[in-house]
């Protein structure tokens, strides 16, 4: 079964606009963090955002925001004020447990586009 | 503090050749991971590593693929007898000691990209 759904291969939005990249995740673990990377066509992987299943807040960093829906099993990232810099591929992932399981499940990735 | 680091960062080898990809963590980090991302795909856990020990090689081909993280010098994924599905970009992460779920810090190399011709 799919552990980690990105169900938006490629979006397309309007600079300045604020754009929402969807995640939804299946675990029965009750510890587990969840995290965004950006892969720009150069092809590395840019960690932007993590939040652990205990955080009672969203986690934010700059633009970046994750609207971390736990009953609902989502986690999308929510980029504000979108610029050209931000068109790549958005990766969802999610590591399981506390000790012992630390690899990473990602999803199918988003393509994003921001058009000027 | 450098960041992950991986050479070479691309790779041409012939079918039944062998490929060595190289990983110098994060300085301070002794645990090591390697993922395999096929292309328009996302990546896909192969081996778990700390100082001469795997941990986890859940996601390694049973045949061909060997990793290692020797006492002292970077950690080897190793493909022998390559073949044309073996073509993908190979990243490397690592982290500080085993990470409790509130932690964020495994950070990824810029990959190693192996075509075989």
């Known amino acids: 079964a799919q552990k980690i759904t990105q169900t938006q291969p490629g979006m397309f939005v309007q600079e300045k606009e604020a754009v929402t990249l969807d995640c939804t995740y299946d675990?029965?673990?009750?510890?587990?963090?969840l995290f965004w990377y950006k892969q720009p066509s150069s092809g590395e992987m840019i960690f932007l955002i993590y939040?652990?299943?205990?955080?009672?807040q969203n986690a934010t960093e700059g633009r970046y925001s994750l609207n971390f829906q736990k009953a609902r099993k989502s986690a999308n990232l929510v980029i504000s004020a979108s610029q050209l810099g931000d068109s790549a591929m958005y990766f969802c992932?999610?590591?399981?447990?506390?000790?012992?399981?630390?690899?990473?499940?990602f999803g199918q990735g988003t393509r994003l586009t921001i058009n000027p | 503090n450098a960041g992950v680091m991986q050479n070479p960062r691309h790779l041409v080898r012939r079918r039944g050749q062998e490929a060595r990809l190289r990983c110098s963590p994060m300085?301070?980090?002794?645990?090591v991971y390697w993922y395999r991302q096929l292309p328009e795909e996302g990546l896909k856990f192969m081996v778990y590593?700390?100082?001469?020990?795997?941990?986890?090689e859940s996601g390694m081909p049973k045949e061909r693929f060997s990793a290692e993280f020797p006492k002292e010098g970077p950690s080897i994924l190793r493909i022998q007898q390559v073949v044309r599905g073996d073509s993908a970009a190979y990243f490397c992460?690592?982290?500080?000691?085993?990470?409790?779920?509130?932690?964020?810090?495994?950070?990824f190399g810029p990959g190693t990209r192996l075509t075989v011709l």
């Open positions: 675990t029965s673990d009750p510890s587990y963090g």
């Open positions: 992932a999610m590591r399981e447990g506390i000790q012992g399981a630390q690899k990473l499940v």
């Open positions: 939040q652990g299943s205990y955080d009672q």
């Open positions: 300085k301070g980090h002794s645990h």
């Open positions: 992460a690592s982290s500080p000691v085993p990470l409790a779920a509130r932690s964020n810090e495994q950070f």
């Open positions: 590593l700390q100082k001469e020990n795997i941990i986890d």
